[in-house]
């Protein structure tokens, strides 16, 4: 037997509630090991001294005090995060991360268009040529970025949504219920 197992089996050893076998087995292992041993004479020592408290007399008005000294104390407050800097957040975190991929396709399109521009001025001498080989260079990007824009103010218009109507219908609502249950 470990060491780890047989601390855990020490209090219902002390007990006497393991079984015959498992009580065989942690005698065998406390004859072997001193920090064993040493653990069950604390827990011998605990279980003395928690046999001889003596109860406490406690005034005929204690539940009293505590309950008034309870209710004169502040009234604690779970932090709220606000559903508005929730939304802030989200809001801002899309945006930016469309801004980086936008960023990140025209860092690759804007190579392309550069070596477009030379080929196509030292062809044509035509500016257009160079918008035209940007713009192809950047068109593959394009329904990505659309799908991902939409897809963003859609969620965005549902989350606002969602959260006027909680404000407006269902917040008031909760709000009465509590202070009706708080009344009682």
């Known amino acids: 037997m470990r060491c780890s197992s047989c601390s855990n089996d020490l209090d219902r050893y002390l007990e006497g509630t393991l079984s015959p076998t498992r009580m065989r087995a942690t005698a065998e292992h406390l004859r072997t090991c001193d920090e064993c041993r040493a653990t069950l004479d604390e827990l011998k020592v605990i279980d003395a001294l928690l046999a001889t408290t003596a109860p406490v007399d406690l005034a005929p008005n204690f539940t009293y005090a505590v309950m008034a ?71 593959p990007y394009a329904p990505f970025a659309a799908v991902a824009v939409l897809l963003i103010v859609a969620i965005d218009a549902a989350f606002f949504g969602a959260l006027f109507f909680y404000q407006r219908r269902i917040r008031p609502h909760v709000l009465a219920a509590i202070a009706i249950r708080e009344e009682r």
Do not use: D, K
């Not at 469309?98 to 030379?118: G, H, K, P, Y």
């Not at 080929?119 to 001498?125: E, G, K, L």
């Open 69 to 139: 000294e309870v209710r004169s104390l502040p009234q604690p407050r779970a932090f709220r995060f606000s559903h508005w800097a929730l939304l802030s957040f989200y809001t801002i975190g899309a945006w930016v991360a469309i801004v980086a991929f936008w960023l990140f396709a025209r860092e690759s399109a804007t190579a392309t268009l550069n070596s477009a521009s030379t080929n196509a001025f030292v062809a044509t001498s035509s500016t257009f040529a160079a918008l035209a080989a940007g713009m192809h260079a950047l068109a």
